[in-house]
């Protein structure tokens, strides 16, 4: 996927389909202010699992530093647009 060319929409559309499927969640239930943890039940080990899928997404090195003050849907969709910017 050419990455340079990937919108915020895109991002999101596609980690709500990542979900969807890794995590069997409703995809009505992913809005951009859903909490990960809280509202979507993703404990640790799923948020890995989230990052390492990411990680093909992108194409990019995920440093867990990136990551570790996402709390909602939109913090990732927005952590995922840093990573594709550098």
Not at 35 to 49: C, F, M, N, T
């Amino acid at each position: 996927m050419d990455t340079s060319t990937v919108d915020h929409t895109e991002i999101f559309n596609h980690i709500r389909k990542t979900l969807v499927e890794l995590f069997e969640l409703e995809a009505n239930d992913i809005k951009p202010e859903a909490r990960l943890y809280e509202d979507l039940d993703i404990d640790s080990i799923d948020a890995v699992d989230l990052v390492v899928e990411l990680k093909q997404f992108t194409g990019r090195r995920i440093n867990p530093e990136d990551f570790k003050a996402v709390r909602t849907i939109d913090d990732v969709v927005k952590a995922v647009e840093r990573l594709m910017l550098r």
